[in-house]
Each structure stands twice: as C-alpha cells, then as structure tokens.
C-alpha cells in the first residue's frame, strides 16, 4: 500500500515530513544532460538502468535527453515501466519460472522486450512461453566477464547458446550481455581501467567465435556508471547500462578520477532528508532514519552541509550522528540531508520522490516500481 505523501508541490523543504526521499532537481537535471553530451561524444547508446530509480517518469526524462530505452532486472520492473508509457525494455537478467515467463511473453505483446539467457533450457522455455503469446522476444546471450555472477563462459559455450536461439521459432537472437559489476567500484581509476580492457578480451573472443560459426552480434551492451567511459573506449560495446549516474551515492563518491581525485563527474542528486528526534548528549544526536530509510550495504550515509558531524551507526528507524569539537549546535525537529551509501535499495525503501527545486517542492513522482522483484 503506497503510503501518505511526506510533502505537497510548493512547500518549503523545510514542512517536508521525515523520513523523505530527496530530489535535487537541478543536480539531476545537471547528470541527464551532462551523461546524453558525454554518451554522444563517445559515440555509443544509453539504455539506462531503471533498477536504479523504479520511476518511469524518470525513465521518460531519460529517453527525452537521448537514451534508447530502458533496462531492469525483473519482469514486475518491466511491466511498470511499459504500463508507465517505456516501449523499449531490457530486462538485462535471467528469467525462470513458467509464471514469469508467460508474464514476459504478455509484455512482449505491449512493447519491444528484450532478455538475457545463460542456460539451454532456460532458452527453451522462453520460446514456449512467447510461442504460446505469438510473440517475438529478443534474446541476449549473458556472457561471465570477471563479475563472477550469471552468464556462461566466452567462447563457444555463448555461441552454442546463440546457435539454440537461432533455432527457436519465436525468439531472435539480441547480441551480448557484457556487464563487469565488481569494476564500479574499483576505487583506482587505472585498476578500474584495466578490468575493463580485460573484460573487452573475453567479448572480443566470442565475437570471433560468434562470427567463425557463421552469426553476426549485432549488440554488445553492458557497463555501469563507474566504467562507462572504459567500455566506450575500448570500441567493443555498442551500448552503456549506466544508471545510477542520475542519484549518486556515498560509494559511488568513493572512486578516484585520472587525477587521484574523488569522483565528482556528476553531481549528488539523491538524498534522505531526516529530522533530529534526540539530542541526548552534547556530542550525539539521533535522527528519525535508519535501516528503513537508507541502505547501507554499502556503507553509512554521509551527512550533508554540516561540519565535523558524522553518521555513526543506524538501527531499524534511528541514525546517530556524532558531534564534533568544531560541529554547529543542533536542535530538536532540525532537518538534516543525508547521502546514502547506495542509491538503488534506498530508493526501494520510499514510495515518494520529492523533488525540490532552491527549497521549495515542484514535484512528486511515486517510486512506481517499489518492491518489485518478482
């Protein structure tokens, strides 16, 4: 049940109730535009990753600036975003199960849908599932370049696959899942560098393959906000998946440019605004967002705009804040923004996006997609 809103359009950011899921509009609209400049002068396609935000107004803003459609991870995100006016959608993962499948091939029927296989039967079951729908899906062959997740092996054991695809009635062969997702947060820029130009081999290698049997990839697509660059470099990829370039994240914050500085391409879009519930101490304060309100798989929050105050530890719906020698004073019912360690589960944590503009509340957008993982 989606909850109450925490703000109406047009109220100060300061009324906003907490835990509250933050847009800065201009810094997102900064990442949009400055991503579209950057893919274009690559040379290379932006299907952003909708994982990443579960907002097909955010997607619709994505395609506006020049991205070609959307990927995801689960069919449920898929029929979200379809639903939501998206007719391009990559659900850049394996689906199983009859259910889902059938689900899938339904989807097919609406927009143009796209899938990753790794797995023989898996490719079987797809072929049933949108021969029953009279269907065309468009299949992608995942292939395992160091992230050590799903995909087969480069080499033949994709081409086996790609040759199965080719066999089926209602599926078309897309090209290749290429995605390195322990390089984004490689913190070195070189080392990042270097995963990535290892990564192109094993491409590269069932490229060959793929052409030596005769069938032509005609997609490579993969890559992430930490590597875009890297894959676009290389010219093995035809497609980028960045996603989370539009929010930003502590973690992402973490990773070091050419000049060993930290990254600050694009700028910190996402927050979650909190509000100072206790101050017990004069060096500890606690505020009304924990584990509810921000993830932190990947690290605490990082507090926002107030010196020698640091984000200390989170239980279920308190974060404790510890203050400084040099920290201002604090007040019961203080609003404090927070930048969380990593934006795609904070995101699923909230229904609402409220978008400020300079303080005041343009837009509320529903995380449409919230807690779809089916």
């Known amino acids: 049940?989606?909850?109450?809103?925490?703000?109406?359009?047009?109220?100060?950011?300061?009324?906003?109730?907490?835990?509250?899921?933050?847009?800065?509009?201009?810094?997102?609209?900064?990442?949009?535009?400055?991503?579209?400049?950057?893919?274009?002068?690559l040379g290379i396609a932006h299907r952003p990753h909708a994982k990443t935000h579960k907002s097909p107004v955010i997607a619709r803003k994505q395609i506006a600036v020049g991205a070609v459609g959307q990927c995801c991870q689960k069919v449920s995100e898929a029929e979200v975003l379809v639903a939501g006016g998206v007719d391009d959608v990559l659900i850049s993962n394996q689906v199983v199960g009859s259910q889902k499948l059938e689900r899938l091939a339904g989807l097919a029927c609406q927009a143009r849908i796209g899938v990753c296989v790794d797995n023989q039967e898996n490719v079987e079951a797809v072929n049933v599932a949108a021969s029953k729908f009279g269907c065309q899906i468009n299949v992608l062959v995942e292939i395992d370049i160091g992230a050590g997740r799903c995909g087969v092996a480069p080499g033949m054991p994709a081409v086996k696959l790609a040759e199965t695809i080719e066999k089926m009635s209602n599926l078309k062969f897309g090209g290749l899942q290429a995605y390195q997702g322990r390089a984004q947060h490689i913190r070195g820029f070189s080392e990042r560098k270097i995963a990535i130009e290892k990564a192109s081999k094993y491409v590269l290698k069932t490229i060959e393959f793929l052409k030596k049997a005769g069938i032509n990839c005609p997609l490579v697509t993969g890559g992430g906000t930490g590597t875009y660059q890297f894959e676009a470099g290389t010219g093995v990829w035809d497609e980028i998946q960045a996603g989370s370039y539009c929010f930003m994240d502590a973690d992402y914050g973490l990773n070091l440019t050419e000049n060993g500085d930290y990254f600050n391409t694009f700028r910190n879009?996402?927050?979650?605004?909190?509000t100072i519930m206790s101050a017990p101490t004069k060096d500890r304060a606690v505020l009304d967002a924990g584990h509810k309100a921000s993830a932190i798989d990947s690290g605490l929050p990082r507090v926002v705009d107030l010196p020698d105050v640091e984000f200390v530890g989170a239980s279920d719906e308190h974060g404790t804040l510890a203050l400084g020698r040099n920290a201002p004073a604090v007040s019961l019912g203080?609003?404090?923004?927070?930048?969380?360690?990593?934006?795609?589960?904070?995101?699923?944590?909230?229904?609402?996006?409220?978008?400020?503009?300079?303080?005041?509340?343009?837009?509320?957008?529903?995380?449409?997609?919230?807690?779809?993982?089916?």
């Open 269 to 274: 879009s996402l927050f979650v605004l909190s």
């Open 334 to 374: 203080q609003k404090i923004k927070l930048i969380p360690g990593h934006c795609d589960p904070t995101v699923n944590l909230h229904d609402w996006y409220v978008g400020v503009r300079e303080n005041v509340v343009e837009a509320m957008w529903p995380v449409a997609a919230r807690g779809a993982t089916f």
């Open 1 to 41: 049940m989606i909850q109450n809103k925490p703000a109406e359009v047009g109220m100060s950011i300061q009324d906003v109730d907490t835990p509250a899921l933050i847009i800065d509009l201009d810094a997102f609209e900064h990442n949009l535009n400055l991503m579209s400049k950057s893919v274009a002068n």
